[in-house]
């Protein structure tokens, strides 16, 4: 159970989000060169790297081993997108993007097949990560099979589909920053120097707005 009342269920998330959270201190999200992979050696192969290259690519850059046998395919370079349905698609751009933009945890859980039919269901847990301009576009994220049938890793993976998903605010909230960044400014910084204008034995004071430069004769 983390806070606001969502559940990550598997034990291999549960421990990753943790780790993250310990990590964050606080903050929208940590850095990308803060996560240490020594620190959770054991959660290696389950883990991946996501970076959103843009609204409709968020690729992998690393997915451990037991993903990858999981699946039966090497994700390094694979949009995660293009592995859902068209449905399903729309909602995972819609989440990474309030994960990007608030600092949110995803938290999604999916069914797939093997060739044979057979299904088998997994979570998967994206979390935040600041690279370049502290911006949030690099994801650590982990998968964890739930109930992990004795075929799995004979027969490829395929036809996902999503059965749930759910956001965690760590804080219990969008971080407070993002309310901040919402927060009107009493002026812009263009609009602090006025010049006045007198008309009819009247003052007003005149605001450029930074459309254009006022010199000192226009000043008193």
């Known amino acids: 159970m983390v806070k606001g009342g969502a559940v990550i269920r598997e034990t291999i998330n549960q421990t ?11 903050r929208l999200a940590p850095k990308r060169f803060e996560i240490e992979p020594s620190q ?17 690519t968020s690729r992998f850059r690393l997915a451990g081993t037991r993903i990858c ?8 370079g694979v949009n995660l997108l293009d592995l859902l349905c ?13 994960i990007s933009r608030q600092g949110a945890v995803g938290v999604f859980t999916f069914i797939s097949q093997n060739p044979a ?23 650590l994220g982990a998968v964890a099979v739930i109930d992990e049938p004795a075929w799995l890793r004979h027969e490829p993976l395929g036809k996902h589909r999503m059965l749930g998903n ?8 969008p971080h407070a920053m993002i ?17 006045i204008v007198r008309a009819d034995r009247r003052h007003f004071r005149v605001y450029d707005g930074g459309l254009s430069n006022t010199t000192n004769d226009d000043r008193r």
Do not use: C
């Open 40 to 56: 959770i050696a054991a959660l290696l192969p389950d883990t991946f790297i996501l970076e959103r290259v843009d609204s409709e």
């Open 69 to 76: 046998e999981a699946f039966g395919t090497e994700f390094r």
């Open 166 to 173: 759910t956001l965690i605010w760590p804080d219990g909230r």
């Open 179 to 195: 309310d901040a960044s919402h927060r009107q400014a009493p002026f812009l910084p263009q609009m602090r120097e006025a010049r």
């Open 86 to 98: 068209d449905e399903d698609r729309v909602t995972m751009q819609r989440q990474i993007s309030v």
């Open 16 to 26: 990753l989000y943790a780790y993250w959270n310990d990590i964050r201190a606080g």
């Open 117 to 139: 039919g057979q299904a088998v269901k997994w979570e998967m847990l994206i979390l935040p990560l600041v690279h370049l301009h502290n911006d949030v576009d690099r994801y």
